[in-house]
């Protein structure tokens, strides 16, 4: 489902608004899996298993394989009762999700990173934060899986470095901009509507930037006014963190590609609505963050917010300068 500026400039259809009331059952549900490497090959088979394991089974899962045919030869020998496909589309996360939606019949898909391993009681979480009003989508908490322990410097605020919830978002049932994209899901009529995942933007590989699920949601609340997308913190995941990420080399490079990520989604949208949920962030979230970071065992926290708000604002602005 390619997208265009055709797409985002349509009027909202009011006709489909019904849609978005509609009641969801674990089994409406249908789980889209990407993966692009063979190092994360014992990830994704508890990724996957996880999700045949479910307390209320799920409607049905498919595994996409971002343009590596080794992989997908495994994949498709490993489970050959589901669906395993290649992506279809522009190599990268946004092309590999598309592919999972026109792979998949449910009336709900969900997107889950192929190092995330769901709950028991994922599926039916998820499907009943779907009877909150008008929603768009629902999205669950991120819990990181450190291999040796979280570093004793990592502020819990800034663990959207390594794709998981941090402190500061809702800990109960909310609407938020957007969710993240390691445990997220929409209605289908809202993909199809919006035209999926903008393709210009994205993680590819392991590129340190992202966006694209932030650019969707805020296209999609700007289609249908009064609709939300939902945080739903009952819906639990947990995000295995590999070496590599959890190392100050990477925490900077993430902030920086974060700043930057921000520009491109606001040039799709508007740098207004780009930033609206981190002003509060920066704001509120951030300054507390600082001083528990300060009076904690390792002090180090409270200086690691700085810095990640300052390369943060760096990428940031040095994009905008090179726009």
Known sequence: MPTSPTHRETAPRRDALPDLEAPV????VGVVVCAYTLDRWDDLVASVTSLLGQDEPVGEVVVVIDHNPELLARAQERWPQLAVVPNAGAQGLSGARDTGVAATTSPVVAFLDDDAAAAPDWSGRLADAYFAGPVLGVGGHIEPAWPAGRPTWWPPEFDWVVGCSYRGLPTRRSPVRNSIGANMSFRRSVLEHVGGFEGSIGRVGTRPTGGEETELCIRARGRFPGAEVVHEPAAVVRHRVTPERATLGYF???????????????????????????????????????????????????????????????????????A
């Open 25 to 28: 059952r674990p089994q409406d």
């Open 252 to 322: 900077r490079r993430r902030c920086l590609g974060e700043g930057l990520t921000k520009v491109q989604v606001g040039r799709l949208s508007t740098h207004d609505e780009a930033l609206s949920s981190e002003r509060a962030y920066v704001l509120r979230t951030l300054p507390t963050g600082v001083l528990r970071g300060l009076a904690s065992r390792d002090p180090r926290r409270g200086v690691m917010v700085v810095l990640g708000l300052a390369w943060t604002g760096w990428g940031y602005l040095a994009a905008r300068v090179r």
